[in-house]
């Protein structure tokens, strides 16, 4: 490799440093989020995910985690993305504006002991904020996964736990946002697993 082109990939190594360390610092708001969706998932609930674009995939990334474990011995766990059916999607689009699509979903297939995972690049997607803040009203547990400084769904609290990767760069975001769902999902198996951690006794 050409020596002149090395400052370069310092660089792109660098910008990663930060986001990285500051999810590290985020360790304890994250294991609280996961003791909480260990819950959940242990008296019935399921995981509802959604975002939009590369989000969008994200979610649909999230939920075959959980139902479809790759780790031999895991047990899978109940979720749906509501990205998946562009029928769907298109059809509240039109009728209700793209505002709603997430919102109107979770008013049809949510139960309160759900939980609702919103992912945004940048906080400030109003679909997501609307679909978090229905889920809230609903009595779902609530999680954000957002880049920049927030947006919105951090500002306003939108939901019950917000994990902000700290960047403005998109794909830096996406990374870590790949990181934290990835913790999500071992941190969840780890409290479901304990007997007697979430009840009396652990559901099979």
Partial sequence: MQSSLMPAVDRAFARRVAPGQALAGDAARIARACY??????????????FGNGGPATDAQHVVVEF????????RALPAISLTN???TLTGIARAEGFDEVFAAQLRLLAAPQDIALGLSVDGRCANVRRG???ARDLGLLTVGLVGGDGGDLAREAVA???VVAHSDDPCIVKEVHVTIYHILWELVHVFFEQPGLLAPEVVR
């Fill in 36 to 49: 909480e969706m260990a819950l959940r998932f242990h008296r019935g609930g399921k995981l509802i995910v």
């Fill in 85 to 87: 059916d562009a029928a």
């Fill in 160 to 162: 019950d736990h917000v």
């Fill in 132 to 134: 978090l803040a229905t």
């Fill in 67 to 74: 139902v479809h474990p790759v780790i031999v011995g895991k």
